[in-house]
């Protein structure tokens, strides 16, 4: 099998993991972006060491210790979600502005104006 193949797919994938990060709104979808895109890397590693025909097979370990990583980044990361999500209520990353309690953060302009009406 040619090398070509594996890395013009790892490229599609990281591609499009790329344009998930950049482009949702929602933090799951975020994280399911930045796992194709480390899915694509572990597909490049594979490859590159069956072309390099390795003793060692340096690919293959680099590729579970990637694995490792990912697994525990995913953990960690809808752990963050879900506390964010049950605090802010919302899962979207433009509305998650400020890291602190959401009580004491401003208003926004409109809520402004609606409370000054009410008064």
């Known amino acids: 099998m040619h090398l070509a193949y594996p890395v013009v797919l790892a490229a599609l994938l990281f591609s499009v993991g790329v344009y998930g990060v950049l482009a949702r709104r929602n933090v799951v979808l975020v994280l399911m972006s930045v796992e194709l895109m480390l899915n694509a890397v572990n597909l490049d590693l594979v490859a590159f060491d069956v072309w390099l025909r390795d003793t060692l097979h340096a690919g293959q370990a680099l590729t579970l210790f990637t694995i490792t990583i990912a697994a525990a980044e ?5 752990a963050i979600v879900l506390l964010v999500f049950r605090t802010r209520r919302t899962a979207d990353v433009d509305r998650i502005t400020a890291l602190g309690d959401p009580a004491e953060a401003e208003p926004e302009p409109a809520e402004a104006e609606l409370k ?4």
């Open 116 to 119: 000054g009406q009410a008064a």
């Open 74 to 78: 995913i953990g960690l990361g809808l």
